[in-house]
């Protein structure tokens, strides 16, 4: 059993001390006259490791996002929730990996959402808001279609606006948004019209609500749509990177009935496409950190950016050649690195100390993390540990994991371990109980082109119970064949 030591991080106030296990860990409240940290928690939306400037993206800048990185700590082994949306947001707000957490897939639910959250789950929401903290959410949701269980309101969301559903999402010029339980209808883009950009007017209500909260603390988390699939901006912003890069037309779909409700439209210049709307996405971090400084609260706001997996390979998108997943192997769908392996940054000015850390962390950290650094409420059955000590600059103290896991019911069911230097997946479990084990050694090996398991037998079976043994069973997200069968 891990302990977890509960380290005070905000001024010099004395916060009680708790001990407590990598999966029971109980926070208490900080005794504090210093005020409460804003949090912003941003989340890019297929946002490759390498599709930033600063970790060697070529054609795209990113100036903005890195200055967070420069004056801020960045984890150059993170990992993401899953390896596709909703499971991977499941993850963050639960703090479950995915052989636990209650949604595991992208499960369709028509007309419009996806599988619901339940309310048994105590969000990091919800803590928030029961210490005293103003949520907010801005963007896109995907955990729960308009009115269930799974609804952001009803997850301790104080304000949403966005895309409730993540198919919804992959378009840019929407029919509607959602103003918390209000269908925002946006007659600027009925039918074939494009007046109102979706990330544009997503981008003004996460202002006005930090512009709203500024006086008090608050969560505010930014699921973007950027730079998922639909690769589409408006032409005042668009005529600036045409002509930029030899060019291969997207044939998409610009009419009938997926046309704005799933389909990605067509795009005659896909690469300066992408490079407009990552540069958007940047411009709009640094619109974000300019208002905390006008408004007086950089110093008290930590801000958190990552994405929620790997590189994609819809809608016209290049991830080759714009070596989105960096030095690693796969895309968004893989557990191998490139699928699961994001950037994250966390910045806070006096607090965190620049710098990089190999600090080996999940999506699942995050939760336990917020608890510890706010003394909110964390459920006794979180999978993460907290990473506080950490951005304190008291390494020392901090605990690590002994593995992370994850799986994805899609393209045939699949498992990955990470333990130390080692990582060992398998596939096609939705046919085989007992596939094969691949095993490589990313210290040596870090874009896993050499599968070691016939070197290592030990480790192989060593692995094989690991993922056998975090496996719970979910009756809507079945992994394994003998589950299908039932």
């Known amino acids: 059993m891990q302990k977890i030591t509960f380290l005070a991080f905000i001024g010099l106030a004395t916060m009680h001390l708790a001990g407590c296990s990598q999966k029971q860990q109980n926070n208490s409240a900080s005794e504090t006259s210093t005020p409460k940290p804003n949090i912003i928690y941003i989340l890019a939306d297929d ?48 703090g479950l990996h995915t052989g636990n957490a209650p949604v595991r897939g992208n499960y369709e639910i028509k007309p419009e959402g996806q599988y619901p959250l339940p309310d048994s789950v105590f969000t990091v929401f919800e803590s928030l808001k029961a210490a005293g903290y103003a949520t907010g959410a801005f963007g896109k949701w995907g955990l729960g279609y308009p009115g ?27 029919f509607h948004l959602w103003d918390n339980q209000d269908s925002l209808v ?29 006086q008090n603390p608050f969560f505010l988390y930014v699921p973007t749509i950027i730079p998922h699939a639909e690769l589409i901006v408006p032409e005042e912003i668009m005529k600036n990177y045409r002509g930029r890069f030899v060019e291969t037309p997207y044939e998409g779909v610009d009419e009938g009935k ?22 958007l996405l940047d411009k709009q971090i640094g619109e974000i950190v300019a208002k905390l400084e006008e408004l007086g609260i950089r110093d008290n706001t930590m801000i958190i950016f990552t994405s929620d997996n790997g590189p994609h390979k819809e809608g016209g998108a290049d991830p080759d050649f714009f070596n989105s997943n960096g030095p690693w192997r796969g895309y ?48 006794k059955n979180t999978d993460g540990i907290s990473f506080a000590p950490i951005l304190t600059g008291n390494k020392d103290n901090q605990d690590n994991h002994e593995y992370l896991y994850w799986e994805f019911i899609e393209q045939g069911g699949k498992q990955a371990i990470r333990k130390g230097k080692w990582k060992a997946i398998r596939l096609n ?58």
Request: hydrophobic share 30%.
């Open 429 to 486: 479990l939705r046919k085989n109980n007992n596939p094969p084990i691949e095993l490589y050694n990313l210290e040596e090996d870090p874009s896993e082109e050499n599968n070691l398991a016939e070197k290592y037998p030990d480790l192989v079976k060593e692995f094989k119970k690991l993922m056998e043994s975090n496996h719970s069973p979910n009756p809507v997200f079945k992994l394994y064949a003998s589950e299908l069968e039932q």
């Open 332 to 379: 968004k769908r893989d557990l191998y690195e490139g699928g699961i392996r994001v950037p994250m940054i966390a910045n806070w000015p006096g607090k965190i100390k620049p710098g990089q850390t190999d600090h080996i962390s999940a999506f699942w950290d995050i939760y336990p993390t917020i608890a510890e650094l706010t003394g909110s409420e964390l459920p």
């Open 186 to 214: 946006l007659e600027g883009n009925a039918g074939t019209k494009l007046e109102k950009y979706g990330p544009e007017l997503i981008h003004e209500k996460t202002l006005d609500f930090i512009t709203d909260n500024s």
């Open 258 to 279: 997926d046309y704005k409700i799933g389909g990605y439209m067509s795009q005659e210049e896909p690469r300066a496409a992408f490079v407009a709307m990552v540069e």
């Open 47 to 94: 946002l490759g490791y390498g599709d930033l400037s600063f970790n060697g993206q070529e054609y795209i800048a990113t100036p903005n996002i890195d200055k967070l990185a420069k004056e801020g700590l960045f984890f150059n082994q993170h990992y993401s929730g899953s390896t596709v949306c909703a499971p991977s947001r499941s993850t963050l707000v639960s």
């Open 148 to 174: 269930s269980e799974g609804d952001p309101n009803k997850q301790g969301v104080d304000v949403f606006f966005g895309y409730n559903c993540q198919r919804m999402g992959h378009n840019y010029y929407p």
